[in-house]
């Protein structure tokens, strides 16, 4: 038998497309700084009582990717770190309903710190690794549950 003869793939094998470079790399240093700019800027825009709902909606999608990627093994902050910036983004949107579209500056750092820590995590997890993360997250998003932990 040839040694250059490809085996046949044999249960879960070889269903799997192998990855490109850019899926097997960190995304772009100027995509994340760009993501970045976009989260403080967003939590820049609540501070001052100017957030709406898409602002929102990019904060929390990033908490909630911070989380899946830190279960990846991308990232170190402790659980309760996450429940506080999901409680501080929740009363965002509660004051939402009455047409308040802010957060106060003294409940900032913990959102700051985790959207520090995802902008670590975007630096250093592989692309496929995000895109996995970002699957769960439209997963969560579907089902009934009322936060990823």
């Known amino acids: 038998m040839s040694q250059n003869r490809k085996k046949r793939p044999t249960g879960n094998q070889g269903r799997r497309k192998p990855l490109g470079k850019t899926k097997l790399l960190p995304h772009t240093t100027s995509y994340v700084r760009e993501q970045s700019l976009y989260w403080h800027l967003a939590l820049a825009a609540f501070q001052t009582g100017k957030g709406n709902g898409d602002l929102l909606v990019k904060l929390v999608k990033a908490l909630y990717l911070a989380w899946y990627l830190q279960q ?39 959102i700051i710190r985790l959207l520090d820590l995802h902008e670590q995590q975007l630096l250093s997890a592989p692309v496929f690794t995000v895109d996995e993360a970002e699957s769960r997250l439209v997963r969560f998003g579907k089902s009934e549950r009322r936060s990823p932990w």
């Open 72 to 110: 990846a093994g991308f990232g170190d902050a402790e659980r309760e770190l996450y429940l506080e910036a999901e409680r501080i983004l929740d009363a965002a949107a509660h004051g939402a309903n009455k047409d308040i579209w802010s957060i106060a500056a003294t409940d900032c750092p913990p």
